[in-house]
Structures are given as C-alpha cells and as structure tokens.
C-alpha cells in the first residue's frame, strides 16, 4: 500500500485512527467529539470539558465508549480478520449511507450496503469545477 493512502490492500477505506482510538476534538462549545465528525451520528451523547477532565471524558464517555474494542460489530466485520485494523471502518460513513452507525462502513466489498458506494462512484459528470464566490 503506498505511504499516505487512504486505501487498504483490499480497498476499503481506511480510518485514520479509529474512533476515539487515539484523538480527541474540542468544538467552541467545549463538546469533545472522538472524530470531527461525530456529531452527525444520531444518540452519541458528547461530554463538555467545562464539566468534565480530558482525562475523564476519554475513559467514560458514552461518546468515546460507544464504538471501542470490537463488541459493538455486526457481521460480516465482527467476524473480519482485519477488525482490529481498521476498526470496522468509519462510523461516520456508516451511519450517513445506511442510518446506523453499527452497520459495516459501505466502502468495504464485504458490506451489504456496498452496492450504493460502487453505484454513487461509477456516478460522472462532466460539469466544470465551479470555484466558490465571495
């Protein structure tokens, strides 16, 4: 696989770090999130660091806890060789594509859902790229 790519061998995307797994976001409302884009995941519940240590948060929050270690995963990735290294892919993307954040990331072949991803990138246009105006 080359350096920097966002591709496993089989051609599923990579997670940078998994969820929570090794960085922590603060929005300006001080919610730590376990990915910047957490947020958009239904339920999550974020702790605040006005009322709650870094440290805390990291270890107990139901936002941090909700996708570690590998319990939470459905097949086919529950049963995957590769779980433990890309941590069933992005929750994310998941829950986006399919309306569960515990459903197998789409990008991966063996999702069920995988013919949706396959069928949006075949998608082409030919439109010029339009840069954004102030």
């Known amino acids: 696989m080359p350096r920097g790519s966002r591709f496993g061998p089989l051609g599923k995307k990579l997670v940078i770090v998994g969820n929570g797994r090794r960085s922590l976001n603060v929005t300006p ?6 990915c910047h884009a957490a947020e958009s995941i239904a339920g999550l519940q974020f702790w605040n660091v006005r009322e709650h240590s870094l440290a805390d948060i990291w270890a ?9 270690g590998t319990a939470w995963m459905k097949e086919p990735c ?9 941590f069933g892919g992005c929750r994310c993307q998941a829950f986006a594509l399919t309306g569960d954040a515990t459903a197998t990331d789409p990008v991966c072949h063996l999702a069920p859902d995988h013919a949706q991803v396959a069928e949006l990138a075949a998608v082409r246009t030919d439109a010029p790229y339009v840069y954004r105006r102030m």
Do not use: Q, T, W
């Open 60 to 68: 107990n929050s139901p936002a941090f806890n909700a996708f570690r």
């Open 78 to 86: 529950a049963s995957c060789p590769r779980r433990e290294l890309d």
């Open 29 to 34: 409302a001080g919610k730590v999130l376990p």
